[in-house]
């Protein structure tokens, strides 16, 4: 971990104790599994958005994509009773995977912003959902039995969505520290001009990315629609910059090239801790609002004043 991530760690740290202090059963165990519950879906989004960012990158229809995917396998449930939780996972993988593909394809193929590509691709992956549902809501007693038995098991005690989340973030974890393809985008985000130097297929990292990230959501999407038994047009609206900020306040920096799968989950766990507290203390939402604001803000800040620091390292792997 590094000092920015220890900082953090101690931030959560001390918001817990300081709830707890008023409100024992904050510090529950209890409590503790329903903040890892409620941030397990968060967490899968974000290790998928993270090779996105390390690649000076942003993918802006995560959420889109979550919904999109949530729809159309919730609607194949229904269609094919018989269908299995593992069939319906790689449909949900495969549906995801496909539509951040488009997006890096769009953004590679054609150089173009991907703020802007992004941003496109989640109208249009919005609208998409009207199309195929018709503008209905697939509901609970038409949702199939293994897509709402999905995230609501549990294993050895702990929630299976617990169980995903911890097996995409090992996952994450693997990749980026260990397999050259993952290390590749620490360098396509740190020096563009370089990586190609050295002979790194750039577009192709990129590419990897955005289908990764796609997957991600796609696997979210399903396990959105099981958990809450409901599939519709505005599901999760708006929830992709809850993802960007869990990215930044975890200290993965937005011009690429810096970031750890441990700084990103501890994004998570502030978020959640914060999700979790502030009704507690009786705060307004308007106020949650304001402060996930003011420390989105103060994490950037940190960010950008880290990476001027002489001597700071830039990329955040390890030697090969």
């Not at 992004?118 to 959902?129: E, H, Q």
């Not at 018709?134 to 039995?145: C, E, L, M, S, T």
């Not at 502030?270 to 939402?285: K, M, R, T």
Request: aromatic share 6%; net charge positive; proline share 5%.
């Amino acid at each position: 971990m590094t000092r920015r991530e220890w900082g953090l760690a101690a931030v959560i740290v001390a918001i817990t104790l300081a709830v707890g202090v008023r409100i024992p059963l904050f510090l529950t165990p209890r409590n503790a599994l329903d903040i890892a519950n409620d941030s397990a879906l968060l967490a899968i989004l974000v290790i998928g958005q993270m090779p996105v960012l390390l690649t000076r990158g942003i993918d802006l229809s995560v959420a889109s994509n979550l919904a999109l995917t949530g729809m159309l396998v919730a609607l194949v449930g229904e269609l094919w009773p018989g269908a299995g939780a593992p069939v319906l996972i790689v449909l949900a993988l495969a549906l995801g995977a496909a539509q951040g593909a488009l997006n890096g394809w769009l953004i590679t193929r054609f150089d173009l912003p991907p703020i802007v590509v992004t941003l496109g691709t989640m109208s249009v992956y919005r609208g998409a959902i009207h199309l195929v549902s018709g503008g209905a809501w697939v509901n609970d007693q038409d949702i199939h039995a293994a897509i709402k038995a999905l995230p609501r098991a549990e294993l050895l005690g702990l929630p299976l969505l617990v169980w995903f989340a911890a097996v995409v973030a090992a996952l994450g974890w693997w990749l980026l520290r260990w397999r050259r393809e993952g290390r590749d985008l620490y360098a396509c985000g740190g020096n563009p001009a370089a990586a190609r130097v050295v002979g790194i297929p750039v577009p192709q990292r990129i590419r990897m990315a955005y289908m990764l990230s796609g997957a991600l959501a796609g696997l979210a999407g399903l396990l959105w629609v099981g958990r809450y038994a409901i599939a519709f047009t505005e599901l999760a609206a708006g929830f992709e910059l809850t993802v960007i900020a869990a990215c930044v306040i975890g200290g993965i920096s937005i011009a690429g090239g810096v970031g750890t799968v441990g700084g990103a989950l501890l994004g998570v766990l502030f978020i959640g801790v914060i999700n979790a507290a502030l009704p507690v203390i009786h705060v307004s939402p308007f106020w949650q609002q304001a402060i996930a604001g003011a420390v989105i803000l103060v994490s950037v800040i940190l960010n950008s004043q880290a990476q001027r620091q002489p001597g700071q390292p830039i990329l955040q792997r390890p030697s090969s």
